[in-house]
């Protein structure tokens, strides 16, 4: 998968809401503008989506969301924490078998990649296929 290719060449780059350039920084979205050579404009947006605008957004650009279960490497995701949709990524294939996620965590401030076990299996609620 090619939008894996990308997103991992980017591991390790810094996070930054917003960030858009490889370079420097990069936020969630960016990862997908990257990963997915996505060419639209991006608006501003705050860190917590109002209403339903993050799967608005997604829908727009990826479709309708594809059945949990059918997950695979590729796939873009939207990952809940509470109520909230605030967050993306891109599946991977874990080296030990089995998904992992790309993403940028703003805690450790970087873009890192670690399986789907079943606390983040948990908080992916929609996923997308291109």
Not at 81 to 89: D, M, Q, S, Y
Not at 115 to 118: C, Q
């Given at each position: 998968m090619r939008q894996v290719e990308r997103a991992r060449a980017l591991l390790?780059?810094?996070?930054?809401?917003q960030?858009?350039?490889i370079n420097i920084a990069i936020d969630c979205i960016g990862l997908l503008v990257y990963a997915f050579e996505i060419d639209a404009p991006i608006p501003t947006y705050s860190r917590d989506p109002v209403?339903?605008?993050?799967?608005?957004a997604m829908r727009d650009h990826f479709g309708p969301p594809i059945p949990l279960e059918n997950m695979r490497p590729g796939d873009a995701v939207i990952v809940g924490?509470?109520?909230?949709?605030?967050?993306?990524?891109i599946v991977g294939d874990d080296i030990y078998g089995g998904l992992s996620l790309i993403h940028t965590d703003?805690?450790?401030?970087k873009v890192v990649e670690h399986?789907?076990?079943?606390k983040w299996k948990a908080r992916i609620r929609e996923a997308y296929r291109r």
């Open positions: 390790g780059v810094p996070w930054e809401h960030g858009r350039n209403a339903t605008e993050l799967e608005d924490f509470g109520k909230c949709l605030r967050h993306v990524g703003s805690i450790v401030k399986p789907i076990d079943g």
